[in-house]
């Protein structure tokens, strides 16, 4: 195509470049980039294996909010490419098993703990990582506490929805065991259990809750004589009376949106909005009461009159706190 141009009285002969063209035709317009058009190949061929090994309760959007996160994309797409210029073609069997090495069944489709994720099974013979994770002593102590909730777990209704077959209840419960004593941030539990952040809320807030229901219809208080026998003996010889050892504990809370709930959380020893709990121990170093939990305004001295902690003790017993908590009687609390 050529072009003449005229500038004042001299004219001009302009040629386009060689392989230049219109882009108004139909035919030129831009087309998707070579990672665009693998990443749809790609993402078919795991939608049609999905369908083919995956167990119908997982859907195929939970599967790529599990495995395809948009920060894996790119390492994945370089794996596509490397596969190709070895000359392999993407095979299903290769899709399969990079599955399979974050889900596991049975042959009888049955949940089974994965070896591949952060499963609680892995432990099972390391007593020192289940403490450290978990705060208890051994493995067979997790089952122990896990037990104690009784049959009822296994028809517990989620907030959500039912989370991922390989997620078993025993995983879900040493999940929420880590989130509670590890304190770690969401982002970072999903990524160990293998979870979309979604799944891994449903899990903790239901758990936690079936937990404080079910565990707190388990008497804790012990009896006279069992106090007495693990008591120290020193402790004993100077305070022979004390039933159980008080004190309040102030948990960090976001500052709520009304004025009322602000007014009545912030607490002016931690000068910020708390809630409180008043935690009892016996003289061994068993928890043995607890408290509902209170707005940080409260004091220690106002949540045990509306407990019924005096009601549990015998008459004759002590009972030993601070001086925040105490009337007037130089740390201990009788009971008459």
């Known amino acids: 195509m050529v072009l ?6 001299t004219l001009v002969l302009k040629k386009l470049k060689k392989g230049v063209v219109p882009t108004a035709f139909e035919w030129t317009k831009k087309k998707n980039s070579i990672h665009e058009d693998r990443l749809v190949l790609r993402k078919s061929k795991i939608k049609q294996v999905e369908k083919e090994n995956i167990a119908p309760e997982i859907q195929s959007e939970d599967m790529e909010n599990v495995f395809y996160d948009q920060d894996d994309l790119n390492i994945e797409m370089d794996i596509f490419v490397v596969e190709e210029c070895m000359g392999k073609s993407f095979q299903d069997a290769s899709v399969q098993t990079e599955i399979q090495c974050a889900v596991k ?5 049955t949940q089974t703990a994965s070896t591949y994720f952060m499963c609680m099974y892995n432990f099972e013979h390391d007593n020192d990582a289940v403490n450290f994770y978990t705060g208890l002593e051994s493995f067979q102590k997790v089952q122990l506490v896990f037990n104690s909730l009784g ?3 296994k028809d517990m209704k989620y907030i959500y929805r039912k989370p991922p ?3 078993t209840l025993l995983n879900q419960f040493f999940l929420c065991l880590i989130y509670l004593r590890q304190k770690k941030t969401h982002f970072e539990l999903s990524r160990m259990f293998n979870v979309t952040l979604r799944d891994l809320r449903n899990i903790t807030i ?12 388990i008497n804790i208080w012990p009896s006279k004589e069992l106090v007495k026998f693990y008591t120290p003996t020193d402790f004993y010889k100077k305070f022979p009376l004390t039933r159980v050892i008080i004190d309040g504990t102030e948990i960090s809370i976001n500052k709520p949106a009304l004025p009322l709930a602000q007014q009545a959380t912030f607490s002016q020893y931690k000068n910020r909005n708390t809630v409180k709990p008043v935690i009892g121990m016996t003289p061994g170093g068993l928890v043995s009461f607890i408290t509902l939990t209170y707005g940080g305004s409260a004091s220690d001295h106002q949540i045990i009159d509306t407990s019924n902690l005096v009601l549990k003790c ?3 017993d002590s009972i030993m706190a601070d ?14």
């Open 165 to 167: 077959p390989y997620m």
């Open 4 to 9: 003449y141009l005229i500038y004042g009285a």
């Open 314 to 316: 015998d008459p004759g």
């Open 323 to 336: 001086e925040g908590s105490t009337r007037s009687n130089g740390g201990l609390w009788n009971s008459n």
């Open 206 to 217: 239901t758990w936690i809750k079936v937990m404080s229901l079910q565990w707190r219809e």
């Open 105 to 109: 069944y049975n042959s009888n489709q």
């Open 151 to 153: 049959e009822s777990i």
